[in-house]
């Protein structure tokens, strides 16, 4: 059976619409009409069920899948490898949150880099990310959001612990750290909150795990960029909830102080994510591998 027809229905079943999938492979939406329909010929059962929006797999489609992604997947590796044995003079389209990817992905991409490897670099939520992996503007996505479905698949990369933070006379001011741990939520009520957006993601995200409770300030400053947060702290604006990796530095030369040390702190998780089966391209699955093996020291 020939094997772009198996390609192309794989690419359709992870995708989920002939029309995504034609942009994946660089057909048109036709040609990918025409090879389904050969294969169902071929077989003599349909694969996929029409509708006004994408396809469906059958029954006998998602056995199909089963049985033969593992294998379509390993032949064009295969493939992939015949064609460019190299991972070098490739580009690589990297995508995920800009602080996370400035201070973090693209230093431990540093390496690659000055073997050969080029970067291209971009930001957005973990929705625009995940849209722009889909139509194949991105080749690998970091976010902090797992996505679902069979298009995309997702490795845990690593684990960031938040701090609540302020500058020395904000701490002063509130009379330390024992005095929030003791009082609580409640000596926090009133202080200025620097933050991302209006949502308050950070805060609320922190004050849910550590306080069980909502948070009931407005934002003082909203900066859609966790370094200028930083700075607006580090400056006496107010408070905030930082990722460690990124106010480590700020909290070692004292310049903010943690407010609180819970015994649990809370953690978001990051996750590498790609195109089902896109890491048969050399580049792609090195860069992949070099971010997890990385990450272990983060």
């Avoid at 540093?110 to 990310?129: F, N």
């Avoid at 500058?167 to 409640?186: F, S, T």
């Avoid at 310049?255 to 994510?273: K, M, N, Q, S, W």
Wanted: charged share 20%; glycine share 8%; net charge neutral.
């Amino acid at each position: 059976m020939d094997l772009a027809l198996l390609r192309t229905f794989v690419t359709v079943h992870r995708a989920g619409s002939f029309t995504r999938a034609a942009a994946l492979l660089g057909l048109s939406q036709p040609a990918v009409t025409s090879q389904i329909r050969t294969l169902e010929r071929q077989l003599g059962r349909p694969l996929f069920l029409r509708q006004a929006r994408g396809v469906l797999p059958t029954t006998i489609g998602d056995e199909l899948a089963h049985k033969i992604t593992p294998h379509v997947d390993a032949l064009l590796e295969i493939t992939e490898a015949g064609l460019d044995e190299q991972w070098t003079n490739r580009t690589l389209h990297l995508a995920g949150p800009p602080e996370f990817t400035a201070l973090r992905a693209l230093p431990a991409l540093a390496p690659l880099i000055t073997q050969g490897l080029t970067v291209r670099a971009a930001h957005g939520t973990a929705e625009e990310l995940f849209e722009g992996l889909a139509a194949g503007h991105h080749d690998l996505g970091i976010t902090s959001t797992r996505p679902r479905g069979r298009l995309l698949t997702a490795t845990p990369l690593c684990d960031e612990e938040h701090v609540l933070v302020a500058a020395p006379r904000w701490a002063a001011r509130l009379g330390g750290a024992a005095v929030v741990r003791d009082k609580g939520v409640r000596a926090l009520e009133h202080l200025p909150v620097v933050e991302v957006h209006e949502s308050l993601p950070f805060v609320s995200r922190y004050w849910a795990a550590v306080f069980d409770s909502k948070p009931l300030a407005a934002g003082a400053v909203i900066a859609p960029d966790l370094r200028a947060v930083l700075s607006c702290v580090t400056a006496g604006a107010g408070i905030a909830v930082l990722p460690r990796y990124l106010c480590g530095d700020a909290l070692d030369s004292g310049e903010i102080v943690a407010l609180l040390d819970p015994p649990v702190p809370p953690l978001r998780t990051y996750f590498l994510v790609v195109r089902a089966g896109t890491l048969a391209h050399p580049h792609l699955a090195r860069a992949h591998e070099w971010l997890l093996r990385a990450a272990v020291s983060w």
